[in-house]
């Protein structure tokens, strides 16, 4: 297949692309490298060396695995570099990773709030433009969120849910609750696709992806240039890498508020097998279809529960504290969303266990230099103290 990645220099993007390559695929990747200015804007890096550019890494992968990548340094924003790379690539399948993924980002400032839902809502339009008009048989997987549903009160279906109402009855997109303007961006890429599919015949999965864990897979243990991201600040980072890397430096793990905020979670090598078989079984023209993308819920407890007692097995002194939380969120609620269409299509989970975290312990304590300490604790409030410069 010809596969396009769109944010093919992410923490995601990266290793898919790698492992498609692997499979004998013809692989092309976009990327503006939004993200390394982004961490050059908010004073953060990835705990994990990354090559200088995503030309450098597709010069390394040649050079490791003898397969060429393609690159397409461009923005997704601009329509001409989208139509430029459909009419030469002629892609059939497109993952779409390609836009900007943190929830904090987002709230920093007004500046930044407008930044982050023009950039996603307009280059998946442009992206779903081209599609219509350039490949309309090609599919695109779309990298979603889980955070689109919000916290209801009652269980996650899997995109729509049937309702009832005075007697009438109808299938609808399940209630959105984003959480973050960048949630909300996800809701209106949720919308825009839907839209495009039904009035262009196109063909799309939503990925409503849980929060990502994990540092390594296959490809990218071959060779130190072909790592990924380890982000762990609260802008681009996650509980558990925070968590973890809190524990080999230690530092206190921070739980944010009473530590009943529940999510879904799944490992990277989980988030790459999900998007071969959704890639490998496409939908019908016409049809829109939405996979919930986790293998397990935790809450923020129950992750530094786990970590804490990893790293006291691993030989670490561990403390856990709770902090003020900066976001607006729910601190206890019911939490139970269904996961079963990937796992009809044949994904077999890699589950979180201590093991697995002490796995991530010894990467950090390999790049443990690294650590820049005060960009741990959070300064972006969701009320609006503290903000980022507003410089996007």
């Given at each position: 297949?010809r ?6 220099d992410?923490y995601?993007?990266?290793p ?30 990835s705990?994990t060396?990354?090559?200088e550019s ?17 690159v ?9 570099v989208v139509?430029s790379v459909f ?13 900007m ?15 982050t ?17 350039l ?40 209630p ?9 961006s ?19 999965t939503?990925?409503?992806q ?15 240039r ?11 980072g ?24 529940t ?10 097998r ?5 890639a ?34 691993y ?5 856990v ?7 607006v ?20 989970p ?7 975290i002490?796995s ?5 304590e ?6 820049i300490?005060?960009r741990?604790?959070p ?14």
């Amino acid at each position: 297949m010809r596969v396009l990645i769109l944010g093919g220099d992410g923490y995601l993007g990266w290793p898919t692309a790698m492992h498609f390559s692997r499979l004998g695929h013809n692989v092309h990747l976009v990327d503006n490298e939004l993200r390394r200015r982004a961490h050059r804007e908010t004073g953060t890096d990835s705990l994990t060396p990354i090559a200088e550019s995503l030309e450098a890494r597709a010069r390394a992968w040649k050079e490791v695995a003898g397969q060429a990548l393609g690159v397409t340094m461009g923005d997704l924003c601009d329509h001409e570099v989208v139509e430029s790379v459909f009419r030469e690539f002629e892609p059939e399948v497109i993952v779409h990773y390609g836009e900007m993924p943190s929830a904090p980002y987002s709230m920093a400032s007004r500046e930044h709030a407008v930044f982050t839902q023009y950039n996603n809502v307009v280059g998946t339009l442009n992206v779903l433009f081209a599609m219509r008009d350039l490949a309309p048989d090609a599919h695109m997987v779309k990298l979603g969120t889980m955070g689109e549903y919000g916290t209801p009160n009652i269980d996650i279906e899997e995109g729509f849910i049937e309702i009832r109402h005075k007697g009438r009855s109808d299938v609808l997109p399940f209630p959105k609750q984003p959480g973050s303007f960048y949630h909300a961006s996800k809701v209106h890429d949720s919308v825009n696709i839907q839209l495009a599919c039904r009035i262009w015949e196109l063909r799309a999965t939503d990925l409503n992806q849980g929060v990502v864990y994990g540092i390594h897979t296959e490809d990218t243990v071959r060779d130190e240039r072909l790592l990924t991201r380890f982000d762990y600040d609260e802008v681009f980072g996650t509980a558990l890498n925070r968590f973890c890397l809190q524990a080999v430096i230690g530092h206190p793990l921070t739980v944010y508020g009473t530590g009943g905020q529940t999510r879904g979670y799944l490992n990277i090598l989980d988030t790459i097998r999900c998007v071969e078989l959704a890639a490998a079984n496409p939908p019908a023209a016409g049809e829109y279809r939405v996979f919930n993308q986790f293998t397990e819920q935790f809450s923020v407890s129950d992750l530094a529960e786990l970590v804490a007692r990893a790293g006291r097995e691993y030989g670490l002194a561990v403390e856990v504290k709770g902090i003020d939380d900066p976001r607006v969120e729910a601190q206890e609620h019911y939490y139970n969303a269904t996961h079963t269409k990937l796992l009809d299509l044949g994904l077999e989970p890699h589950f979180l266990s201590e093991t697995l975290i002490e796995s991530m312990f010894e990467a950090i304590e390999r790049y443990r230099d690294r650590v820049i300490l005060d960009r741990i604790l959070p300064r972006i409030w969701w009320r609006g103290r503290e903000p980022l410069p507003a410089s996007p």
